[in-house]
Nanobody, 127 residues
Framework: QVQLVESGGGLVQAGGSLRLSCAAS????????MGWFRQAPGKEREFVAA????????YYFDSVKGRFTISRDNAKDTVYLQMNSLKPEDTAVYYC????????????????????WGQGTQVTVSS
């Protein structure tokens, strides 16, 4: 059974950085687009970033462009989210997710397009 396990969350001051990791176990990691989403208290889950199978193509939510970088290491079955210049409004539980079908272009931002989710990792940015 394929599982996704996130790590790397924590408490950081505004302007600081964190690097999230998402390790996949089982399955064929390198055939799927991977994404990161986040959910703040009282808000709906929102798209953050996605990356193609090879890592050559990435997509970002407008509010994180230029600050966050998604990457992947297919040899390690791991996807990363490097978060710089963090703001208090970035505070949320961050989830990694796998596209619901292999070999698709990474342009999908709706959570319904992803069918495998990690347990989430809390990111808190203090002002």
């Amino acid at each position: 059974q394929v599982q996704l396990v996130e790590s790397g969350g924590g408490l950081v001051q505004a302007g600081g950085s964190l690097r999230l990791s998402c390790a996949a176990s089982g399955g064929t990691f390198n055939t799927y687009t991977m994404g990161w989403f986040r959910q703040a208290p009282g808000k709906e889950r929102e798209f953050v970033a996605a990356i193609s199978r090879s890592g050559a193509t990435t997509y970002y939510f407008d509010s994180v462009k230029g600050r966050f970088t998604i990457s992947r290491d297919n040899a390690k079955d791991t996807v990363y989210l490097q978060m710089n210049s963090l703001k208090p409004e970035d505070t949320a539980v961050y989830y990694c997710a796998r596209d619901r079908a292999p070999f698709r272009f990474p342009s999908r931002t709706a959570s319904a397009e992803y069918d495998l989710w990690g347990q989430g990792t809390q990111v808190t940015v203090s002002s």
